[in-house]
């Protein structure tokens, strides 16, 4: 089987996911280079720990390794379009957290740029690879549910990031919602032609007068027919909310939130199960091993991975229609925000 050097850039949060399921988990790869640009004693010690070859604060060694043959970006979403660029002049695969960026121009530059070199570029949507979410795919793609019709997303986080987040975020719609724009263009099979969002600050005022919201709820209609309804909160006090389900002219495909066991304790009051995971680290973390595990394998078979450049620009777009929509209260078609 063919083996891939591997550089990855940003050892943060999700960096150190992906750096350790690189080295615990997949096979026929070589972790030549971890750059990040703040190196302290705490990261050293880790990446030590961890079995880290190489710490470096410049993540151009990575670039300039001819040996390496793939780059995963981990970097804050401001850096990723400059590093796909650097990765794509010298010839590397790239696997890019998502988004790739924010701006819709910068976003089309970079994938010009990947176009023109001909490199395969995989960006992070990593619930399409939650073992739940490929089954509803796979039943909505045999025909099994006959034509989607309708797609309901729940999708609410246990708690709010700090407001110094919120600040830099986006906006919930760029922030939070993303993950779900693309899980909801992945089960429709079709992409979104309008959506109608409307939100309100419910959990903390604080984030209000940084500017954002912390519920949402949008309306999405797509080029197939099909309508979505995907709901967001910041703060669900039972844990990570993670459901969806489509509705089909021959059925209907439901993706349930999975408690840590199977367990049920049956009392005089109530029965009881399990609490549902807490956050992302724990309900997905399979995902991030699987997306990058097919990463490699589109690589070694030569085919376009997905979700790809083309899914971000399309996520990216459908987040700014419905910031525009929130602020204007109205449905907004994509075309209007592609410019
Ligand atoms: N797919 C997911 O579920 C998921 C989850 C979390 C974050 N993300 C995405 O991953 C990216 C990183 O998020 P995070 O939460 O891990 O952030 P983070 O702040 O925890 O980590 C970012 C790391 O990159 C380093 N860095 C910053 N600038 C750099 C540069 N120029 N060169 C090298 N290293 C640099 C920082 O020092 C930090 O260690 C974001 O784009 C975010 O949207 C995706």
């Not at 600050?201 to 005022?205: F, R, S, Y």
């Given at each position: 089987m063919r083996s891939f050097s591997i550089g990855v850039i940003g050892a943060g949060r999700i960096g150190k996911i992906h750096i350790e399921n690189i080295l615990?988990?997949?096979?026929?790869?070589?972790?030549?280079i971890v750059a990040d640009i703040k190196i302290n004693d705490k990261l050293k010690q880790w990446a030590t720990e961890m079995g880290v070859s190489k710490l470096t604060n410049d993540a151009y060694e990575i670039f300039n390794d001819?040996?390496?043959e793939v780059v995963v970006i981990c970097s804050p979403t401001d850096t990723h379009t400059n590093f796909i660029q650097e990765a794509a002049k010298a010839n590397k695969q790239v696997f890019c957290?998502?988004?790739?960026?924010?701006?819709i121009k910068r976003i089309k530059e970079t994938l010009s740029v990947v176009k023109e070199t001909g490199i395969k570029l995989m960006v992070?949507?990593?619930?399409?690879?939650d073992r739940n979410f490929i089954r509803c795919h796979e039943a909505i793609a045999s025909g099994q549910?006959?034509?989607?019709q309708i797609i309901k997303i729940t999708s609410r986080d246990p708690a709010p990031p700090t407001i110094e987040y919120i600040k830099v975020s986006g906006g919930i719609f760029l922030d939070m919602t993303i993950h779900d724009w693309d899980m909801a263009r992945f089960q429709a099979g079709s992409e979104v032609e309008e959506v109608y969002a409307t939100g309100a600050?419910?959990?903390?005022?604080e984030i209000g007068k940084a500017g954002d919201i912390d519920t949402a709820v949008a309306v999405l209609k797509f080029r197939n027919g099909a309508i979505g309804i995907i709901d967001n909160t910041r703060q669900a006090v039972y844990g990570y909310d993670q459901r969806v389900e489509v509705f089909g002219s021959k059925g209907c495909v439901v993706a349930d939130n999975e408690a840590a066991n199977t367990v049920r304790i049956y009392t005089e009051e109530c029965t009881n199960i399990d609490k549902i995971p807490y956050f992302f680290m724990e309900r997905y973390m399979e995902s991030y091993s699987t997306e990058l595990k097919y990463f490699l394998e589109c690589l070694r078979k030569n085919i376009e991975p997905k979700p790809n450049g083309e899914d971000d620009l399309q996520n990216v777009l459908v987040a700014m229609a419905a910031q525009k929509s929130y602020e204007e209260n109205r449905p907004v078609k994509i075309t209007e925000v592609d410019k």
């Open positions: 615990r988990k997949l096979t026929n790869v070589n972790l030549k001819p040996e390496i957290e998502k988004p790739i960026d924010t701006h992070g949507f990593n619930r399409r690879f549910i006959g034509e989607p600050v419910l959990i903390d005022p």
